[in-house]
């Protein structure tokens, strides 16, 4: 199949998919989008809002869809790193015997990751970056297509452990969700607390799901879009030529090369799944508010007249 044809299928299972999806998530719709371009850029995602939102329904609902094995962790301040990886242990022939940990799926709902100590984050940071992890000495690795979708809370800020820059980079996408419209929400309770419950079915694979993110690699990227990507991230870095002056005031550090990495690919995914062949500036400033928000630090000065990472990215345009 040539990749006009691959592109043209990938546009139409894609609609059916955000079709399948509705049937069990109401509204929401910018955020199915954005973990879905995540998930087809191979990224991770960050999902930050309020409990009750539906993040861990609207996950699960995704990983059925795509027809990928699924696994949630509730993250606790006692969770240690085997709880996540698996454990080596004795057998009835006194020989070890790995028992794999919920790590192993292709889709892993990391719940409420910042209520749990630096040394477990970390151990999610090999299975993020390498797809693989480190048990005793032994490497294993993880089946593909591999996802960590993480969920952080806002609020109740107390006993948590903000999750390192390090860590945070690693996240292709840090997606805010907000409360539903007034309609959206009537639609809500009528739809669960019925008796009637909504069946999805899965519209993918994983080989297919791979296929399509060896699609995405493979569209054509003009020089000047690569150059506006690459400028729209060198202008969050407070010390760089080109600031931009909200930068200067408000930043104290700005994003890293992985920032116009991660532009690029989800501007490639965006732009295919609108049914074009190559992702244009437009594209790139359509993902940017995601990609940028959790690579920037504000200093105090931002902190105390109030100015969002939202309205510094806005200004980059």
């Not at 910018?30 to 861990?56: D, M, N, R, Y």
């Not at 504000?298 to 902190?303: F, L, R, T």
Request: glycine share 4%.
């Amino acid at each position: 199949m040539s990749d006009v044809a691959a592109v043209e299928q990938f546009v139409k299972k894609y609609k059916d998919l955000k079709q399948e999806i509705a049937k069990v998530i109401i509204g929401q719709d910018e955020v199915v989008s954005q973990i879905l371009i995540s998930i087809f850029s191979g990224g991770h995602a960050l999902l930050i809002g309020v409990p009750g939102l539906a993040k861990t329904l609207m996950v699960n609902t995704i990983a059925q869809t795509l027809g990928l094995d699924f696994k949630r962790i509730q993250f606790t301040p006692d969770l240690m790193p085997s709880d996540i990886l698996g454990s080596e242990i004795l057998d009835e022939n006194r020989n070890f015997k790995f028992i794999k940990g919920p790590i192993f799926a292709n889709i892993i709902l990391a719940d409420e990751i910042n209520r749990t100590p630096p040394k477990t984050q970390a151990a999610l940071l090999e299975a993020m970056q390498e797809r693989a992890v480190t048990v005793s000495g032994h490497h294993y690795k993880l089946s593909l297509p591999y996802f960590v979708l993480a969920t952080q809370n806002p609020i109740e800020q107390e006993g948590t452990y903000p999750l390192p820059e390090a860590q945070l980079d690693r996240f292709m996408f840090a997606i805010h969700l907000d409360y539903p419209s007034f309609q959206e929400e009537v639609q809500v309770v009528k739809a669960t607390t019925s008796d009637v419950q909504a069946k999805v079915s899965a519209l993918f694979n994983a080989e297919e799901i791979i296929g399509f993110q060896k699609l995405i690699r493979r569209i054509p990227v003009a020089d000047n879009v690569i150059e506006y990507a690459v400028k729209m991230v060198a202008k969050t870095r407070p010390d760089s030529d080109t600031a931009a002056d909200l930068v200067k005031s408000y930043i104290d550090w700005g994003a890293g090369p992985r920032a116009s990495q991660n532009l690029i690919l989800a501007a490639k995914t965006h732009a295919v799944i609108n049914g074009k062949f190559s992702p244009d500036m437009e594209d790139v400033q359509a993902v940017a508010t995601s990609i940028l928000r959790h690579r920037i630090i504000k200093n105090y000065k931002a902190e105390a007249e109030g100015i969002s990472e939202e309205q510094i990215i806005k200004s980059l345009f």
